[in-house]
């Protein structure tokens, strides 16, 4: 048996991390529903406005003036950069392009065309289990960070020491945009 893959394999292949990939960004193209994202967005404008942080509750009663530690201000001012340059639109396209991006970041490195069809499978059932969390909100952007996080240990296991090198600046950008940057350690 040859170990040369066919251009049948390789196209179907190619296609099917592609269709993954699409899939995954097309299920972030919706209207904005998510409960959160209009409050973020309006702190995004006060952050980009004052250039600070609000450090007291802004926006309940129960807790008006209270202390509040505001752990996705950068989440906030990106999406907020974008609604003021490009409208929602901008802020879809952000979700879509950063939901497309992460499943390339995953299934890219153990992409082999001769074992595509069990990692293809794989991806689905995990990008149907998690649909319901790809929505635009800070959380999008952990699945990304941790993607990236753990791409560059690999690239780092294959031999380019450099890898290691981004691993501060990525934590430094998860602290600072998605609550749940533990995952990172």
Known sequence: MSN???????????????????????????TLTDVDIFWQLKTGQIIWET???????????????????????????????????WGYAGMILFGAFISGLTWVIILKPSFHPRKYLPLLALALLSLQ????????????????????????IHQYRRGKKTALYFLPALLLLWVNSEGLWPIYF
């Not at 292949?13 to 972030?28: P, Q, S, Y």
């Not at 509750?57 to 003021?84: C, H, K, M, N, P």
């Open 51 to 85: 250039h600070r942080v609000p450090h007291t509750d802004l926006f309940s009663f129960t807790r008006a003036g209270q202390e509040w530690i505001d752990a996705q201000w950068l989440f906030q001012v990106i999406i907020y950069g974008l609604y003021r340059v």
């Open 129 to 152: 289990t998690a649909s319901p969390r790809l929505k635009l909100r800070p959380e999008l952007l952990t699945f990304f960070y941790l993607a990236l996080e753990l791409f560059l």
């Open 4 to 30: 040369m893959v066919s251009r049948r394999d390789q196209w179907l292949a190619r296609a099917g991390l592609a269709g993954i990939v699409i899939l995954a960004a097309l299920m972030n193209v919706h």
